[in-house]
């Protein structure tokens, strides 16, 4: 499993087809991890465990945890790449 490198230098400045690109990327990734029921199981082991952590942090943890559930209701079908 790949998570963030806190190490790593992060780049502020990207262009629009970067982001572009990059989500294309992760959405490629996301369809191909999915079609792994071992992989998918991990992923979602690591998930429920930084979600405990989210929890403990107030206003933002509560946030996050509606926005993914509105994530898994299908309220969202995408990611918006534009202002």
């Known amino acids: 499993m790949t998570g963030i490198n806190m190490n790593e230098e992060i780049k502020n400045d990207i262009s ?17 991890l999915l079609k792994d029921e071992r ?3 991990a ?3 690591e998930a429920q465990k930084l979600l405990a952590k989210i929890k403990k942090i107030p ?3 509560a946030l ?9 209701k299908g309220n ?6 534009g202002r």
């Open 16 to 32: 629009e087809e970067e982001a572009r690109s990059a989500l294309v990327a992760k959405e490629r990734e996301a369809e191909e």
């Open 39 to 41: 992989k998918t199981n």
């Open 43 to 45: 992923l979602l082991c």
């Open 59 to 61: 206003v933002i943890g």
């Open 64 to 72: 996050v945890i509606e926005l993914i559930g509105d994530c898994v």
């Open 76 to 81: 969202y079908r995408a990611i918006p790449a």
